[in-house]
Nanobody, 124 residues
């Protein structure tokens, strides 16, 4: 089992920035990639981005490309989501997830472990 805990959410004005963290513990050595997803009220869970633990493969949703950056710390225990130029439509609960399969994926069904989520609210 791997345990994931997100932090860093909050309220920010449009155009502002936030950095989310996802602390991973437990059997993270058996996971290959980490993903960030978000879910707004009444909407489906949406892919934001993914990164391998080695940091050598990163993918982003078109809606956040150029504004959001995913990174991994050297100890390979924490994944970050740096969010810049935030828009009201970025408002959602943000979740991190870990995937055991040996490839990156944008499908939430292909992730094995999930955090509890952290709320991000962007005011206009």
């Amino acid at each position: 089992q791997a345990q994931l805990v997100e932090s860093g959410g909050g309220l920010v004005q449009a155009g502002g920035s936030l950095r989310l963290s996802c602390a991973a513990s437990g059997r993270t050595s058996r996971t290959y990639a980490m993903g960030w997803f978000r879910q707004a009220p009444g909407k489906k869970r949406e892919f934001v981005g993914t990164v391998t633990w080695t940091g050598d493969d990163t993918r982003y949703a078109e809606s956040v490309k150029g504004r959001f950056t995913i990174s991994v710390d050297n100890a390979k225990t924490t994944v970050y989501l740096q969010m810049n130029s935030l828009k009201p439509e970025d408002t959602a609960v943000y979740y991190c997830a870990a995937r055991s399969g040996l490839s990156v994926s944008s499908a939430y069904t292909e992730y094995d472990y999930w955090g509890q989520g952290t709320q991000v609210t962007v005011s206009s």
